[in-house]
């Protein structure tokens, strides 16, 4: 066991006669190593990107909800008789006459 571990941590292992087999295994682990850390960045900057979109939906949230309750007041019987009375524009006092065709 302690040759064996010598060997290894030499490096001996890397090249004796049938190393390719030891090779091949080193370069499964070094891709599979490469895959993993790509993914791991990938989901990183996936979660940055869900946060940051998280926050823009909120500040839209919030303006759709201040620019409807803009429109709410700006439809107001009150606000609108305001806007009238501005322009001179009466409301009428005969009550508009219903026409009938038979």
């Known amino acids: 066991m302690k040759e064996s571990l010598k060997k290894i941590l030499l490096g001996k292992f890397l090249i004796n006669e049938?190393?390719?087999k030891n090779w091949s295994y080193i370069f499964f682990l070094?891709?599979?190593c490469l895959?993993?850390?790509y993914s791991s960045?990938?989901?990183d900057s996936k979660i940055i990107k869900i946060g940051d979109l998280k926050n823009e939906i909120s500040v839209l949230q919030s303006r759709f909800i201040n620019k409807r309750k803009e429109v709410m007041k700006l439809k107001m019987e009150s606000n609108v008789s305001l806007v009238m009375i501005d322009r001179s524009i009466t409301s009428s006092s005969t009550p508009?006459?219903?026409i009938i065709i038979d």
Request: proline share 7%; net charge positive; hydrophobic share 45%.
């Open 18 to 20: 049938g190393s390719i």
């Open 96 to 98: 508009p006459k219903k």
């Open 30 to 32: 070094f891709t599979i």
């Open 35 to 37: 895959i993993m850390i």
């Open 41 to 43: 960045h990938s989901v």
